[in-house]
């Protein structure tokens, strides 16, 4: 079975700094999406950002940005120049056996302090 | 606007009693999904459904019940043999591998 693994159950940034939220996930999966989906306090998730595992280049979505390691099975996400706006849980997500079913890690619970 | 709505956004459930939690979508999106939100669990998948009248149990399907009789509903039931069903949950629907709108969320209490 997948598995999606966030060992950062919180972190925290001061304002305008850089932080990074750490992904492990585990498929038997050759071409598949990775996502990050960001929650706020609101509770509506909102999709982040997305990487396709065939591509080797990284994506972007303007302060956002993925480090994709397929070997290792990592999936991490940098965001820059932090903004209050950014708090939030975050949840690390990867289809679960080739369907269009989703399998999501535990959260990462943000916080960007001013 | 395209998009999906769940509603009610709170609802008290009485020990014993079942209850109806409603997801309608506008987006034309044949995927359907309902996962249930506890505190330092993430999110975990109740039911889906892919298409019109089918669906499979997800993870957690023990004490729920769906129906798919229309593209545009998923409501998802809380039985009385759902003996912790306090928790957020959460409705989606897609057309892409994961790519998932979601609802807003009801919020279930036993009272």
């Known amino acids: 079975a997948q598995t999606v693994t966030q060992s950062q159950p919180e972190m925290s940034v001061q304002e305008a700094e850089t932080v990074t939220l750490s992904c492990t996930y585990d498929?038997?999966?050759?071409?598949?999406?990775l996502f990050w989906y960001k929650q706020p306090p609101s509770r509506q998730m909102i999709l982040v950002i997305r990487?396709?595992?065939?591509?080797?280049q990284n994506a972007t979505e303007n302060r956002f940005s993925v480090n994709f390691q397929k070997a290792a099975k990592s999936f991490s996400l940098k965001i820059s120049d932090s903004q209050l706006g950014d708090t939030a849980m975050y949840f690390c997500?990867?289809?679960?056996?080739?369907?269009?079913?989703?399998?999501f890690g535990k959260g990462t619970k943000l916080t960007v302090n001013p | 606007d395209g998009g999906i709505t769940q509603s009610p956004k709170y609802l008290f459930r009485k020990e014993g009693q079942n209850v109806t939690l409603s997801c309608e979508q506008n987006?034309?999106?044949?995927?359907m999904y309902w996962y249930r939100q506890d505190p330092g669990q993430g999110l975990r998948l109740i039911y889906y459904?892919?298409?019109?009248?089918?669906?499979q149990k997800g993870d957690i399907a023990e004490g729920y019940s769906v129906s798919r009789e229309k593209k545009e509903s998923f409501p998802l039931t809380v039985t009385s043999a759902q003996k912790n069903p306090t928790a957020f949950y959460l409705c989606?629907?897609?057309?892409?591998?994961?790519?998932?709108?979601f609802g807003s969320g009801t919020r279930l209490t036993v009272v």
């Open positions: 498929t038997s999966e050759n071409n598949y999406y």
């Open positions: 990487q396709e595992a065939y591509k080797q």
């Open positions: 459904s892919q298409i019109v009248n089918d669906f």
């Open positions: 997500a990867c289809p679960q056996g080739g369907s269009e079913k989703l399998v």
């Open positions: 989606a629907s897609s057309f892409l591998q994961g790519l998932y709108t």
């Open positions: 987006l034309n999106h044949d995927a």
